[in-house]
């Protein structure tokens, strides 16, 4: 903060693409205005066009570029929720990109350039992260509130959604989790995926169902399968 993404090649000085803070000129943080507009994500799509998604966090939460982040611009087109938590660009899929946000959950078919919302039906509505397995299927965290409401009784009450048809259609994979769904990553093996939550606990969950394989740690906020 403020708003802005550097870059370097082979160790060389590290240089700013400028288009970013242009993009988010006059922008602020929605949770708290007063800070600004600042950078929260980047995304990378290795196709024949190249797609970089990143939502700095004002009306244009979304900027595009296709020409190594020299220039960008706004891919807004339905997407209501400027606090954007996660975007996923499908590695199997051309044009997917999937956003979970404050509010809500958008998909987009064409590369950002509209949005619809896809919200799985219920009373949860926190996106908090979302992947993708290696056959396709799309998995979602979603939470009941926002986590300054995670302390009450049923702490997060989160579950995690799949979808296996472009977010469509979620199905729970498992629900009334303590913990909000910080971060997942693809499993090994190709189905399913590792999610960690903020009450410091690893699930394994593909098609069978859900199981813990990690407890007891404090908040995990990123998580990563090492060859």
Same mark, same amino acid.
């Given at each position: 903060?403020?708003?802005?993404?550097?870059?370097? *090649?082979?160790? %060389? @000085?590290?240089? =700013?693409?400028?288009? +970013?803070?242009?993009?988010?000129?006059?922008?602020?943080?929605? $949770?708290? $205005? =007063?800070?600004?507009?600042?950078?929260?994500?980047?995304?990378?799509?290795?196709?024949?066009?190249? @797609?970089?998604?990143?939502?700095?966090?004002? &009306?244009?939460?979304?900027?595009? &570029?296709?020409? =190594?982040?020299?220039? /960008?611009? $706004?891919?807004?087109?339905?997407?209501?929720?400027?606090?954007?938590?996660?975007?996923?660009? &499908?590695?199997?899929?051309?044009?997917?990109?999937?956003?979970?946000?404050?509010?809500?959950?958008?998909?987009?078919?064409?590369?950002? =350039?509209? /949005?619809?919302?896809?919200?799985? *039906?219920?009373?949860?509505?926190?996106?908090?992260?979302?992947?993708?397995?290696?056959? %396709?299927?799309?998995?979602?965290?979603?939470?009941?509130?926002?986590?300054?409401?995670?302390?009450?009784?049923?702490?997060?009450?989160?579950?995690?959604?799949? &979808?296996?048809?472009?977010?469509?259609?979620?199905?729970?994979?498992?629900?009334?989790?303590?913990?909000? +769904?910080?971060?997942?990553?693809?499993?090994? %093996? %190709?189905?399913?995926?590792?999610?960690?939550?903020s009450e410091g606990d690893v699930l394994q969950v593909d098609s069978s169902g859900a199981r813990k394989i990690i407890g007891g740690l404090p908040s995990i906020t990123a998580l990563a399968v090492g060859a």
């Amino acid at each position: 903060m403020p708003a802005a993404l550097y870059r370097a *090649s082979n160790g %060389g @000085a590290w240089q =700013e693409l400028e288009g +970013v803070r242009a993009g988010a000129h006059g922008g602020s943080f929605p $949770p708290s $205005p =007063e800070l600004g507009a600042r950078t929260r994500l980047y995304r990378r799509r290795q196709r024949k066009r190249r @797609a970089d998604l990143l939502p700095p966090s004002k &009306s244009a939460v979304m900027l595009v &570029s296709d020409d =190594e982040g020299r220039h /960008w611009t $706004p891919a807004v087109a339905g997407l209501d929720d400027p606090d954007v938590h996660q975007i996923l660009p &499908s590695s199997r899929t051309r044009g997917f990109v999937v956003a979970a946000c404050g509010e809500g959950i958008y998909r987009s078919l064409d590369r950002g =350039e509209h /949005w619809e919302k896809v919200t799985p *039906s219920g009373a949860r509505d926190f996106g908090s992260a979302v992947t993708e397995d290696g056959t %396709g299927a799309i998995y979602l965290g979603l939470a009941l509130g926002r986590p300054n409401t995670w302390l009450r009784k049923q702490r997060a009450d989160a579950a995690i959604f799949v &979808s296996n048809d472009g977010g469509a259609h979620w199905d729970s994979a498992t629900a009334a989790l303590s913990g909000g +769904v910080m971060a997942m990553c693809p499993a090994v %093996g %190709g189905e399913g995926v590792f999610a960690s939550t903020s009450e410091g606990d690893v699930l394994q969950v593909d098609s069978s169902g859900a199981r813990k394989i990690i407890g007891g740690l404090p908040s995990i906020t990123a998580l990563a399968v090492g060859a």
